[in-house]
């Protein structure tokens, strides 16, 4: 397994070391910024820093207003407060005037595993992908944090940033340049394409290696942005593999596979297994059993690869 890393402090620390260099950043935070990690710019500039307590919406309308006047605001909080209680007004004071804010989501997806399904964040991905304007970021790993918020604070417009709480294995170094809608070749293969998101990354490239030992090549696509998504990476995969996995810790409607089904919907079709939560509410419990428990192995990665290649046609009988 690779080093492991907090993206959360990744963060922190980029977002301090953006602010020393750019005085039009802001930071907003809902009473959690030693768990988003925005402490560190707080205690460096107190007087750019605004801590709303424990309201979302009005921290957003907030953002918005700041930006309105120039500066770039980085609103902090769970992801499942941002997407879900601040919804309301990233739509109107954010997204439909399609101003400069930057909303960073912490505790993507079940990594706030024991806190169970009302802090867990599996539906993110779906709310900010279905609002006009708003680009859709989820980070893989700490340097790829790191680039990603260095890259958007020169990008004009909204967008939401998805971190997991918890440190994970790290693939990028720091040569690793973020690029927003570019997906990445992490490993060719011609049998079939896992299409990946966030942290799966590292069970989705085990999930590789198993299959080769079989004689199944496999085509890594690591998907950083799922809005503006890179449909030339998926069409280009679609015709030179010809069968897709989509694998996302979010529920499997409106994320991910919900992304790659529709650039194949209307170019090259493709057979498309989809691995997620289930549409079910998740329970408390250890981060990597919960992974497990819903359907995000290393194993349940190989049988979907298996499944989708034999809906391909290819003649063997994958068990």
Known sequence: MNKLVSMRESYGETLLELGKDNPDIVVLDCDVAHSTKTIYFAKQ??????????????????????????????ANTFSFLATLRASEQIRTSVAYNNLNVKIIGSYGGLSDSYDGASHQSVFDLAVMRSMPN?????????????????????????????????????????DYEFVLGRANVL??????????????????????????????????????????????????ASEE?????????????????????????????APL?????????????????????????????VRAAKAVLKRKGMSKNYS
Do not use: W
């Open 241 to 269: 593999t010809g069968a897709l996995v989509a694998i996302e810790e979010h529920n499997i409607i409106g994320g991910l596979g919900s992304a790659v089904a529709e650039v194949l919907g209307s170019s090259i079709p």
């Open 45 to 74: 500039f107190p007087d750019r820093f605004f801590n709303f307590g424990i309201q979302e919406a009005n921290m957003m309308d907030a953002a918005a207003g700041l930006a309105s006047v120039g500066l770039i605001p980085f």
């Open 273 to 301: 297994e989809r691995i997620g939560i289930p549409d079910v509410f998740a329970e408390s419990g250890d981060y990597n059993q919960l992974l497990d428990k819903y359907g995000m192995s290393c194993q349940d990665i």
């Open 134 to 174: 708003i680009s859709v970021v989820v980070a893989t790993d700490a340097v790829e944090t790191k680039k990603a918020v260095r890259a958007i604070v020169s990008i004009q417009g909204p967008i939401y940033l998805r971190l997991c709480r918890n440190e994970v294995p790290v693939f990028f170094d720091e």
């Open 187 to 236: 490993r060719q293969g011609s049998d079939l394409t896992l299409v990946v998101t966030g942290i799966l990354l590292e069970r989705t490239m085990s999930a590789a290696e198993e299959l080769a030992r079989e004689g199944i090549e496999c085509r890594v696509l690591q998907v950083p942005t799922l809005k503006p998504i890179d449909s030339e990476a998926i069409i280009k």
